[in-house]
């Protein structure tokens, strides 16, 4: 057999039991539709959904489902109207949001690390988001919105170093990640720091911050987030296909006319922004990134990014993690942080071991 047909046959293997087909549109676009991706997009974005109807009606003041949607279209009492819109609603479409956010962030990390374990929780990036957020609390005394303006600049100042000190002749998957992981231990010993030399009431503050939470959520959070959303989102769906062509190799890529180097940095300034505008609206929630990305494409058995999908499955786990915050636990209502980080650390185990098995690690 020689090489061609080699290469062939492994091509027929690995797309046995895959099913897609070519779409052409009008203007001369052609696409290439997976049914069971539609499916499991289409499922996730469902239930999504349902979760959030579900979430909305959920608190001390309980809502009926049909009377949430009632009042959504507009034809719900003054009562439940205050009460949806003023106060769930916002925190709602932030838990939708961040965890679609940290959903693609993390899609892009992995396909350009080419490693699972590629994301922004382990490459430090969060924690930059939030020894600038902590500078604001602790040095400047600054109000919510100064606070959001530093964890952003943390996050991005952070990736751009990391990224320099990773580089040598292009980006390898472990070697930033290792470069990530020693990131993250110094930026947890500035966090650290800061936090000894704040008063109490700064303190308190901080650490409610560093946990990550979606209570008190309002519509101030939602629009920076939203419009960040709006904005990245269909710029790294437009790299899609370019961020599958690097997943072969640089050599490869580049043979395809990708520009590799000016892609990467595009696609890593995206997922940073992401990252940072996520942590600035609901602080630093953990695992999210890692494990959406991976889910989905558990969910999907389509190869590449799936980043849409990611994003999709990133709302619902943020979402699920809001309702267990608020239910599973009596009385005692937790931070969303908390519980990802929970399921998040099995996760992470499971993870490490799955890959030692492989022989990755």
């Not at 009008?26 to 979430?55: D, K, N």
């Not at 930033?176 to 109490?200: D, E, H, N, P």
Request: glycine share 12%; proline share 4%; net charge positive.
């Amino acid at each position: 057999m020689n090489a061609k047909t080699g290469t062939a046959a492994r091509g027929a293997k690995g797309s046995k039991g895959r099913k897609s087909r070519g779409v052409r549109t009008p203007g001369g676009i052609s696409l290439r539709v997976e049914p069971r991706a539609v499916a499991v997009g289409l499922s996730l974005l469902a239930a999504a959904l349902v979760l959030a109807v579900l979430l909305i009606g959920t608190g001390d003041f309980e809502i009926a489902p049909l009377d949430v949607v009632r009042t959504l279209a507009g034809n719900g009492t003054p009562a439940h109207d205050f009460v949806i819109n003023d106060l769930r609603l916002p925190r709602v479409i932030v838990a939708l949001l961040v965890g679609a956010a940290l959903g693609m962030a993390g899609g892009i990390f992995q396909s350009v690390s080419r490693n699972p374990l590629g994301s922004p929780d382990l490459l430090g990036f969060g924690y930059g988001s939030a020894v600038g957020a902590l500078v604001v609390i602790i040095l400047f005394k600054g109000d919510a919105s100064a606070v959001a303006t530093g964890a952003v600049v943390g996050g991005v100042l952070t990736g751009a170093v990391v990224y320099l000190l990773a580089y040598k002749q292009g980006i390898q998957g472990y070697r930033l990640v290792l470069v990530g992981i020693g990131a993250s231990a110094m930026l947890v010993a500035v966090i650290q720091y800061l936090l000894t030399k704040a008063q109490l009431v700064e303190a308190s503050r901080a650490m409610v911050w560093l946990t990550g939470s979606l209570a008190g959520r309002d519509w101030a959070q939602v629009w920076p987030l939203l419009v960040t959303c709006l904005v990245v989102f269909p710029l790294v769906l437009g790299q899609g296909r370019a961020l599958r062509m690097m997943e072969m190799g640089d050599d490869a890529a580049y043979a395809l006319g990708v520009r590799v180097e000016r892609t990467r940095i595009l696609l890593m300034l995206a997922a940073i922004v992401l990252t940072t505008a996520a942590s600035a609206a609901a602080g630093p929630i953990s695992f999210v990134a890692l494990a959406a990305p991976q889910l989905a494409r558990r969910l999907t058995r389509s190869p590449g990014s799936n980043l849409l999908s990611g994003a999709l499955m990133g709302a619902v786990l943020l979402l699920l993690s809001d309702w267990a915050s608020q239910r599973a636990f009596g009385s005692d209502q937790l931070p969303v942080g908390v519980v990802t980080g929970l399921v998040g650390g099995v996760y992470l185990l499971w993870l490490l071991v799955t890959e030692r098995k492989a022989g990755r690690i």
